[in-house]
């Protein structure tokens, strides 16, 4: 049982990873701007606790930061002094709406490098979830998706994909952080297939792999 | 039946393409830097032609150019004259080695716009074929792995996704020219998961697309 803090966790990806995340075991703590959303939302879906972004994000084991791009900056600059040692998992993709259908990335490269400049120099970063439809993944249903997950951090990227399992999904490593650039574009490629092959929620699987964590 | 040039067609990647559309009833020259290896190489596969690469861009119907990242703008020099109206499929990942495991897009974003900028303002550019094993597309086996297409040049993307139809592949259609990044990106990705997960040449299916083109 981890203790994970959900920052931006009124959303509907957020509120959908904590409800897993509960439902897998671990004690969750859902974070918003304000600490009565983050009660109703927390009441919502089962969550042990709410409270403001930063106060969700101390003292815990893991804090994912699941917020719009719009959000990014200004959510992380919340949460850098109060992670200490937690494990940070960024799921924000670098949508630039209204053109979300087209791959945007940042000057950085992708929002994982740009996060990693938000954050104190020995933070242990990850990037992932960002393939996985929000709307699907709030549902008790199969997600027929893989779970990419990016870190420089070989531990804390490992403790990520373990949580992908306690949350009934097949999470697999993609290597380095800067390697979030990939699914970050993806992103937008499946919104587009979403809309031109009349899916959804479009995933991908990974094809090929002998010694990758089965499929839940 | 199209006339097809394959460019830099002695490679691997341009090898298993040329065969691949030969066998799908396409009048195809290879294309390389002297005209005897594309010679001997077209006799290998059963191709029609082989050719100098500016040649085996001259009156085709597609120009596909297979070549490693270093050789990308020299390559599209060799041809821009060449070309004319022919739509040209750029297959160019631009790996970085030693580094090939780490995604490392070039500042224009992608290999597929540097080849926009190379070509005349009026080319017909698609980018496709990045995520694709040539090891495996050269053999007679069924390949287990969708094929991202790119282009703003609607009906030039339709043709590229009715060839890989052809060669037994599904092709997806992945949407604007700009889009080609996350393919080109996700090529590190899958070089890297070959090493973590034991695979002999990782692939991707897309999910949930409710009308897409059969998997063949």
């Given amino acids: 049982m981890a203790r994970i803090g959900v920052v931006g966790g009124t959303g509907a990806l957020g509120k959908a990873i904590a409800r897993r995340l509960v439902k ?14 983050a009660l109703t939302a927390a009441a919502e879906i089962g969550a042990a606790h709410g409270a403001v972004n930063a106060a ?5 084991d893991v804090v994912i930061v699941t917020v719009p791009y719009s959000a990014h900056a200004g959510t992380f600059a919340q949460i850098k002094d ?3 040692s937690a494990i940070v998992v960024d799921t924000t993709v670098p949508l630039a709406p ?24 020995d933070a242990r970063l990850v990037s992932a979830f960002h393939s996985v439809a929000a709307h699907k993944l709030i549902e008790d249903i199969k997600i027929d998706c893989d779970v990419l997950v990016f870190s420089d951090d070989v531990e804390a990227r490992n403790v990520v ?28 490629i499946l919104i587009y297939m979403n809309k031109t092959y009349g899916a959804d929620g479009a995933g991908i699987r990974f094809t090929g792999l002998t010694k990758a964590p089965a499929i839940p």
């Fill in 161 to 188: 994909v373990g949580l992908c399992g306690d949350m009934d999904l097949r999470g697999l490593s993609g290597g380095a952080l800067v390697n979030s650039a990939a699914a970050e574009a993806l992103t937008s």
């Fill in 98 to 121: 209204p053109k979300v259908m087209r791959v945007q990335l940042p000057t950085a490269g992708s929002a994982a490098i740009e996060a990693l400049g938000y954050l104190a120099e």
């Fill in 24 to 37: 897998g075991g671990h004690e969750v703590t859902i974070g918003s701007r304000s600490s009565e959303g």
């Fill in 56 to 60: 969700a994000a101390a003292d815990k």
């Fill in 82 to 84: 109060a992670v200490g």
